[in-house]
């Protein structure tokens, strides 16, 4: 896994859903995935922007807990 201040490899996948999409991220590095959920009409930036962030904020707590003795 590549240290916290090196850049991540990211995949996005956008599935729509009537009037919605669906945005997965998955850490290519961990497997580690979390999808988020937004209007259609809303910017695809701000939708991986949204997910990456809820992804980074994934890994994080689940290094906080990997550490833990």
Do not use: Y
């Not at 916290?4 to 996948?13: G, K, L, N, S």
């Not at 009037?19 to 259609?40: L, N, Q, W």
């Amino acid at each position: 896994m590549p240290p916290a201040d090196q850049p991540r490899e990211v995949f996005f996948e956008f599935t729509a859903i009537g009037g919605t999409v669906k945005v997965v991220a998955i850490d290519a590095a961990t497997g580690t995935e979390v999808s988020v959920m937004g209007p259609s009409s809303a910017a695809q930036s701000d939708l991986e922007r949204l997910a990456l962030r809820k992804l980074k904020a994934r890994l994080a707590r689940d290094a906080k807990s990997n550490a833990k003795p």
